[in-house]
């Protein structure tokens, strides 16, 4: 089965300061998701990323796709404290319905 | 608001109570899913529906039972509740053939504490 490894498993940050979280695929990816998730609410869809190289972004946060390296990272620049949250990447691998995810990421911006 | 429905958002049980969580969606989605999340295990998903009358296990799913008579419900049943279900349960829906670009809608979760 698909195993997703997130890195790092926790991240303190200064506000203004840029940030990278990783998501490595043990298989082959096809389709990598990002979700974002405050405390106590669901998990808020980011972005999705299709095919390898490709890059997208929304406000201060971009996310790429190394389809050779099976990974994504996910890229935040002047971070505020509304990024704060845990950072979850879910990919289809050889099931095309059921997300696997991984152990998320738990971001903390200081102001 | 079109989306997935979760109650309650929170419940304490007694062990080996039993209880249904429920699960509603509003946008057609052939699919839905329950999963659990942990403290450093992520999410892990329970028990799937890829229809209406079909489910099939995911990978934790001892303890629980699912059913999906209409494409609108999804609920759980934990039959015997235990310690070891002390968790946050999201319930998350999607289009089977065609996931668009959102992958799955979720829930806002279900907080269950069993004592």
């Known amino acids: 089965s698909q195993e997703l490894e997130q890195s790092p498993q926790s991240l303190i940050v200064q506000e203004g300061k840029n940030l990278t979280i990783n998501c490595t695929s043990s298989k082959t990816l096809y389709g990598l998701y990002w979700y974002k998730q405050k405390y106590g609410e669901g998990l808020i869809f980011l972005m999705m990323?299709?095919?390898?190289?490709e890059e997208k972004s929304h406000e201060k946060i971009t996310a790429k796709l190394d389809e050779k390296k099976q990974q994504s990272s996910l890229h935040i620049t002047a971070s505020q404290p509304s990024h704060a949250g845990i950072y979850l990447c879910g990919a289809f691998g050889g099931s095309n319905y059921k997300l696997t995810f991984g152990k998320g990421t738990l971001l903390t911006v200081n102001p | 608001n079109a989306g997935v429905t979760q109650t309650p958002k929170f419940q304490v049980l007694k062990t080996g109570q039993s209880m249904t969580l429920q699960c509603a969606q509003d946008m057609n989605h052939e699919y839905m899913s329950w999963y659990r999340q942990d403290p450093g295990m992520g999410l892990r998903l329970i028990h799937y529906?890829?229809?209406?009358?079909?489910?099939d296990q995911g990978e934790v799913p001892n303890g629980y039972n699912v059913s999906r008579s209409t494409t609108e419900d999804f609920p759980l049943r934990l039959l015997s509740a235990a310690p070891s279900q002390t968790s946050v349960y999201f319930c998350?829906?999607?289009?089977?053939?065609?996931?668009?670009?959102?992958?799955?809608?979720f829930g806002s979760g279900t907080r269950l504490t069993v004592v």
């Open positions: 990323l299709q095919k390898g190289g």
């Open positions: 998350a829906s999607s289009y089977f053939e065609d996931r668009g670009q959102e992958g799955y809608t």
């Open positions: 529906s890829v229809g209406a009358g079909i489910t």
